[in-house]
Every structure is written in structure tokens, then in C-alpha cells.
């Protein structure tokens, strides 16, 4: 996780140093930290949702959870919240959005893009898929806010939420 988010933040920086983007601007603001929160729990409720009706995705994001959380104990969550949740957002909305136009077209390439970083083996299409939309909502986000506050935050919360209740339920059914 530590080598990934680095690989990221490192990708984002060449590419604003050696092309043409800049970066989308991070405004710190209590509207946007409650935006990204709101965001953030949308995304957490959808996913829950999706979690209970779609078989597919189920056993998709079991599968990739415990590759990912298993080994964590609950205080690398902060991590695992703070890291992918700021790397990913500057490579995918704060640097390929404006480098692809700043439009929903951009928001589309990004977000699939960012999908695809989320496949950990061919099995995977269904979570690669939800990933994927994910992406459309933070890159909207960034896109109607002009802010890589709003998904940054939202990704971070929903990361953290989201990881820390299924390491909860993890815990109790191993108990």
C-alpha cells in the first residue's frame, strides 16, 4: 500500500513537472471538507448496497479486502485511508483531469484508469467495474467543484469507513 501510494505521488509529480497540466487546486474549506464527507458517505451507503445485491461484487470485494486488510492491524486503517485516499486523488483527479480537458470525457478516461489500478486478478472485473464508477463520482466531484479538496476527502472517508467495518466484521467472525 505504502509503495503504491509513493509510485502515485511520484507519477503525479513528473507529470507536472515535465508536461504542460496543472494540478487541479486543493482549497481547504469547511463546505468542502463537508462536501467530501457527504461524498464520502454516499459512496460508503452505495457501496454497502451493492455489496448485498450484486453476488459478483460480493465475493470480488471479500476477496480484495482481505488481500488488502488481513494483514493490517486496525491502526494501519489510518493509513490505509490517509495514503491512497491523497495519491490517488492527485494522480487521477488532480493531475489527469486537467491534462484530459477538464471535462466528463476526462472524468470517464480518468476514472478508468483509476478502475483498472484497482484489479488485483482477472476474477476482479466486478470490483475493477465499481471502482470504476466510483472514479466518475469523485471526478464529477473535482469537476463541478474545481476543488481536489471534495475527493480527496471523500475518498479518505470512504476508505476509512468502509475498511474499518469490514475489519470489524473480520474480527467478530474469527471470534
Same mark, same amino acid.
Given at each position: 500500500?505504502?509503495?503504491?501510494?509513493?509510485?502515485?505521488?511520484?507519477?503525479?509529480?513528473?507529470?507536472?513537472?515535465?508536461?504542460?497540466?496543472?494540478?487541479?487546486?486543493?482549497?481547504?474549506?469547511?463546505?468542502?471538507?463537508?462536501?467530501?464527507?457527504?461524498?464520502?458517505?454516499?459512496?460508503?451507503?452505495?457501496?454497502?448496497?451493492? $455489496?448485498?445485491? @450484486?453476488?459478483?461484487?460480493?465475493?470480488?470485494?471479500?476477496? &480484495?479486502? *482481505? +488481500? /488488502?486488510?488481513?494483514? =493490517? !492491524?486496525?491502526?494501519?486503517?489510518?493509513?490505509?485511508?490517509?495514503?491512497?485516499?491523497?495519491?490517488?486523488?492527485?494522480?487521477?483527479?488532480?493531475?489527469?483531469?486537467?491534462?484530459?480537458?477538464?471535462?466528463?470525457?476526462?472524468?470517464?478516461?480518468?476514472?478508468?484508469?483509476?478502475?483498472?489500478?484497482?484489479?488485483?486478478?482477472?476474477?476482479?472485473?466486478? $470490483?475493477?467495474? @465499481?471502482?470504476?464508477?466510483?472514479?466518475?463520482?469523485?471526478? &464529477?466531484? *473535482? +469537476? /463541478?467543484?474545481?476543488? =481536489? !479538496?471534495?475527493?480527496?476527502?471523500?475518498?479518505?472517508?470512504?476508505?476509512?469507513?468502509?475498511?474499518?467495518?469490514?475489519?470489524?466484521?473480520?474480527?467478530?467472525?474469527?471470534?
Amino acid at each position: 500500500m505504502g509503495v503504491t501510494a509513493v509510485v502515485l505521488l511520484v507519477a503525479a509529480k513528473l507529470w507536472v513537472q515535465f508536461g504542460t497540466v496543472i494540478l487541479l487546486p486543493l482549497k481547504w474549506s469547511p463546505l468542502a471538507i463537508l462536501q467530501g464527507l457527504g461524498l464520502g458517505l454516499v459512496i460508503t451507503f452505495a457501496s454497502a448496497v451493492v $455489496y448485498r445485491v @450484486w453476488g459478483a461484487y460480493r465475493q470480488s470485494a471479500d476477496y &480484495y479486502l *482481505a +488481500l /488488502v486488510l488481513k494483514p =493490517l !492491524v486496525l491502526p494501519d486503517l489510518i493509513w490505509l485511508g490517509l495514503l491512497p485516499g491523497l495519491s490517488e486523488e492527485l494522480l487521477f483527479r488532480g493531475v489527469m483531469l486537467p491534462a484530459f480537458g477538464l471535462t466528463f470525457e476526462a472524468v470517464i478516461i480518468s476514472s478508468l484508469c483509476f478502475g483498472v489500478l484497482h484489479l488485483s486478478s482477472p476474477k476482479q472485473w466486478s $470490483y475493477v467495474a @465499481w471502482a470504476t464508477i466510483v472514479g466518475v463520482l469523485l471526478g &464529477y466531484s *473535482a +469537476l /463541478v467543484t474545481h476543488n =481536489l !479538496v471534495v475527493p480527496v476527502v471523500a475518498h479518505m472517508a470512504t476508505n476509512l469507513i468502509s475498511s474499518s467495518i469490514w475489519k470489524w466484521r473480520d474480527r467478530a467472525a474469527s471470534i
